[in-house]
């Protein structure tokens, strides 16, 4: 018995070893990261930090200006009363000076037709006036009617073009017209156009009881329907 179990220790003594070894390995420090992965973990963590922040504060300001409520200045129009939003006059100044007596003029982006952008080549500048007769549909297409030439071209968005004869009181101008007798559209455009001058083309219609005088880029005439049925909704939406 004695000589079995002096044959067992030192097997029991080598289990005894190789236990304390795994514990004394499980119980090291990890060596510490070298100096320039430090620096990308704190740079790392700095950049996800900061775009929280970003994200954090572009959703305040935007919770801010979507709960301040458009400034609405009263205005009338012949026998119509507007509401409309400063933001659509494009006047900045606060003062009485700025506004028209017995008009509007509405500054809109197209084609969004909200407010308009100073960057943006592309705005359509409508004027509400009290209704003359001079502007009815039909009065407009006679007096035009008396100083157009007889070529008639097509153009895009189904359209029709003449010109004007020379020495006449629209020389220069270019007339567009929808078919089949021009009382959808009837816009006028001149043939150059002056550098700074951004809405060359211009078209009068009734609405609502008053007159609408829109100024828009040439660029966008195909788009005649569109543009004109924006303009009547967003006018429908300042009448109170």
């Given at each position: 018995?004695?000589?079995?179990?002096?044959?067992?220790?030192?097997?029991?003594?080598?289990?005894?070893?190789?236990?304390?070894?795994?514990?004394?390995?499980?119980?090291?420090?990890?060596?510490?990261?070298?100096?320039?992965?430090?620096?990308?973990?704190?740079?790392?963590?700095?950049?996800?930090?900061?775009?929280?922040?970003?994200?954090g504060i572009a959703l305040f300001l935007t919770h801010r200006r979507e709960e301040q409520p458009s400034v609405l200045q009263p205005a009338r129009v012949g026998n119509v009363a507007l509401m409309i939003?400063?933001?659509?006059?494009?006047?900045?100044?606060?003062?009485?000076?700025?506004?028209?007596?017995?008009?509007?003029?509405?500054?809109?982006?197209?084609?969004?037709?909200?407010?308009?952008?100073?960057?943006?080549?592309?705005?359509?500048?409508?004027?509400?006036?009290?209704?003359?007769?001079?502007?009815?549909?039909?009065?407009?297409?006679?007096?035009?009617?008396?100083?157009?030439?007889?070529?008639?071209?097509?153009?895009?968005?189904?359209?029709?073009?003449?010109?004007?004869?020379?020495?006449?009181?629209?020389?220069?101008?270019?007339?567009?017209?929808?078919?089949?007798?021009?009382?959808?559209?009837?816009?006028?455009?001149?043939?150059?156009?002056?550098?700074?001058?951004?809405?060359?083309?211009?078209?009068?219609?009734?609405?609502?009881?008053?007159?609408?005088?829109?100024?828009?880029?040439?660029?966008?005439?195909?788009?005649?329907?569109?543009?004109?049925?924006?303009?009547?909704?967003?006018?429908?939406?300042?009448?109170?």
């Open positions: 018995m004695t000589a079995s179990l002096s044959h067992h220790r030192p097997a029991h003594q080598a289990a005894q070893i190789a236990s304390m070894v795994r514990m004394r390995l499980q119980q090291r420090v990890p060596p510490p990261l070298p100096r320039a992965d430090v620096a990308l973990l704190k740079a790392a963590l700095g950049i996800m930090a900061a775009g929280v922040l970003a994200t939003p400063k933001e659509l006059t494009g006047v900045e100044a606060d003062d009485d000076a700025s506004r028209l007596v017995g008009m509007a003029r509405l500054r809109l982006d197209w084609p969004t037709l909200g407010p308009a952008q100073p960057q943006s080549r592309k705005r359509l500048l409508v004027t509400l006036s009290p209704p003359d007769k001079v502007n009815e549909p039909a009065r407009q297409l006679a007096t035009y009617a008396r100083f157009l030439t007889p070529t008639v071209w097509s153009n895009p968005g189904g359209l029709v073009v003449r010109s004007f004869r020379k020495g006449s009181p629209f020389e220069g101008d270019e007339f567009y017209v929808s078919v089949p007798d021009g009382r959808g559209f009837a816009a006028r455009c001149p043939v150059e156009t002056a550098a700074n001058l951004d809405e060359p083309c211009r078209i009068t219609f009734q609405h609502r009881g008053m007159d609408v005088n829109v100024r828009f880029p040439r660029a966008i005439i195909a788009n005649w329907a569109e543009m004109l049925g924006g303009v009547r909704h967003t006018i429908d939406r300042l009448i109170r």
